[in-house]
T-cell receptor, first 114, second 112 residues
Framework: NAGVMQNPRHLVRRRGQEARLRCSPM?????VYWYRQLPEEGLKFMVY????????ESGMPKERFSAEFPKEGPSILRIQQVVRGDSAAYFC????????????FGQGTRLTVV | QQQVKQSPQSLIVQKGGISIINCAYE??????FPWYQQFPGKGPALLIA?????SEKKEGRFTISFNKSAKQFSLHIMDSQPGDSATYFC???????????FGGGTRVLVKP
């Protein structure tokens, strides 16, 4: 039973390019959360999705960032026109349906903008 | 308020000693308080969690103490081992599986 799978593990982009981060939740999980971790800091919530729906995007920057979780396939966090300040580790977590189910984290994608 | 404050930022303890990390929260709607352990280059892994209807929970060498009236909770690592050297994060949410608000983290170094 595979855990939360994120890819790529490391991503290097030049300023102005687009970054696409993928997250496949644990089998049977339908809730996905994205978090960002800046160096030497804690994780900050970005967005919460269920299949085909954005439930809470209160932590998402207003511009350049978007997320989706289609009916088929992984959840995608997309960052357009990346800037150096976007360099961080991006973690995805998933949980099952219903209240009281634990969230499990993936290994993260480390984005470096050069 | 959604903030969770964690202290200390770093901690050095001798092998066999006790590591103590403290967290304080503001939002009384929080109902679930997990602790995560993170090794360099890895994702956070759930260590232990508590709900406010109990004041203490113990799993092996790890214990959470919870003080609802003070809105504080702490992690105690007994008999600390070099393999416990990692960054520890407290967190809070309105329910398990809900979005988490994290503390700033505590880097623990256990010296042999």
């Amino acid at each position: 039973n595979a855990g939360v799978m994120q890819n790529p593990r490391h991503l290097v982009r030049r300023r102005g390019q687009e970054a696409r981060l993928r997250c496949s939740p644990m089998k049977g999980h339908s809730h996905v959360y994205w978090y960002r971790q800046l160096p030497e800091e804690g994780l900050k919530f970005m967005v919460y999705l269920q299949k085909e729906n954005i439930i809470d995007e209160s932590g998402m920057p207003k511009e350049r960032f978007s997320a989706e979780f289609p009916k088929e396939g992984p959840s995608i966090l997309r960052i357009q026109q990346v800037v150096r300040g976007d360099s961080a580790a991006y973690f995805c977590a998933s949980s099952g349906q219903g209240a009281g189910t634990e969230a499990f984290f993936g290994q993260g994608t480390r984005l470096t903008v050069v | 308020q959604q903030q969770v404050k964690q202290s200390p930022q770093s901690l050095i303890v001798q092998k066999g000693g006790i590591s103590i990390i403290n967290c304080a929260y503001e939002n009384t709607a929080f109902d679930y308080f997990p602790w995560y352990q993170q090794f360099p280059g890895k994702g956070p892994a759930l260590l232990i969690a508590i709900r406010p209807d109990v004041s203490e929970k113990k799993e092996g060498r790890f214990t959470i103490s919870f003080n609802k009236s003070a809105k504080q909770f702490s992690l105690h690592i007994m008999d600390s081992q070099p393999g416990d050297s990692a960054t520890y994060f407290c967190a809070a949410s309105k329910a398990a599986g809900n979005k988490l608000t994290f503390g700033g983290g505590t880097r623990v170094l256990v010296k042999p």
